[in-house]
């Protein structure tokens, strides 16, 4: 990695991918990024203050194949945020050559660290045997179906690992197509199935605690989507000829790779039967977000397939916020807010 050979330079000529490590924030040249930053201040809340304890009662209550799906959701948990994080460190910090959007990856990564510190957490509280534990922890190693989509995430990491530098246009469509995967599949599709099943949960009463941390896990999620697909419009208003029919190709086969992945962990979160909860409307339901996906990304939908799950329509989560609006509820910093479900899920 090299500095900017000039880092006074604000030469409008600048683009966001290229070489080097522009310092210079006056004038400033991605303002839209650094109010994505201070927003993520604003969004700041601490493990301490999601009470898990209230779920111990309904831990008892639960069927054998609900305490499967829920074993399951929080091995995803306890390694999901740290691939994203990882991602961060060795790829986007690198690349994204502007100090206003390195700042917010800087806060992103905090968060990132947070909701780790919850599902540790949270795994504490729920799973009081040791080995079962580490089992969860070593889910990409052990749970067939998390190695399957974390061997996805580890693909999408590592076809740029070796750029040190996005020196061709080749470099910067294999760079984008990564921003692209955790916007898109990892953030926008993988954590949105995983919290679709928290919330199910929550509408039969069940686990309100892990609810609530979800609530505030779910708005910081949305906002590094957000963040994320800011970086990818910046670079298609700056070099259009990068997102050509080939990329668009791409970015399909990658979502319908993400969508099978996910609807095989499905498979495995609901294959002993969880009452009012089946594969095929969860699969529906992935193919609802996906489709979602590609529109925000300038693409026609894959699937045209609408979200079967009434829950997340109805469901009154007080906590969120509609983050399109950008305002923030139930939060240490914080005003009311209210929630858009439809535009979200």
Not at 219 to 231: C, G, K, L
Request: aromatic content about 12%; proline content about 3%.
């Amino acid at each position: 990695m090299t500095l900017s050979h000039n880092a006074l330079d604000t030469s409008e000529t600048r683009m966001l991918l290229d070489p080097g490590m522009n310092l210079t924030l006056r004038p400033m040249r991605y303002p839209h990024f650094y109010e994505r930053y201070r927003d993520a201040i604003k969004n700041t809340w601490t493990v301490e203050e999601v009470d898990l304890h209230s779920d111990l009662k309904d831990l008892q209550r639960l069927t054998a194949a609900e305490r499967h799906l829920v074993s399951r959701l929080v091995a995803f948990f306890a390694t999901g945020d740290t691939i994203v994080a990882n991602n961060l460190v060795l790829n986007l910090y690198q690349h994204i050559n502007s100090p206003e959007g390195r700042l917010y990856l800087s806060r992103q990564l905090f968060e990132e660290a947070v909701h780790v510190q919850f599902y540790l957490t949270l795994l504490d509280t729920y799973v009081p045997d040791e080995r079962e534990r580490h089992e969860a922890f070593a889910a990409v190693d052990n749970i067939p179906s998390i190695k399957d989509k974390a061997d996805f995430c580890f693909r999408w990491i590592d076809s740029v690992f070796d750029l040190q530098e996005l020196e061709t246009k080749e470099h910067r469509r294999a760079f984008l197509l990564n921003v692209i995967c955790f916007a898109a599949c990892i953030e926008g599709l993988f954590f949105y199935g995983a919290f679709a099943y928290v919330y199910f949960l929550r509408s039969r009463g069940l686990l309100n605690g892990l609810a609530s941390g979800t609530n505030w896990v779910f708005r910081d999620e949305s906002m590094h989507m957000a963040f994320a697909f800011d970086v990818v419009e910046t670079v298609r208003r700056e070099e259009p000829d990068l997102f050509d029919e080939e990329m668009g190709r791409q970015v399909r086969a990658m979502m319908r790779d993400a969508v099978d992945a996910e609807a095989q962990f499905a498979e495995d979160l609901l294959g002993g039967g969880v009452a009012g909860l089946s594969t095929a409307d969860m699969r529906t339901y992935l193919e609802s977000v996906a489709d979602r996906r590609l529109e925000q990304l300038g693409l026609e939908p894959e699937y045209g397939s609408k979200n079967p799950l009434a829950f997340m329509e109805l469901q009154d989560v007080q906590e969120l916020s509609n983050f399109f609006e950008r305002r923030v509820s139930a939060y240490q910093v914080g005003v009311s807010g209210s929630v858009g479900f439809d535009e979200e899920f």
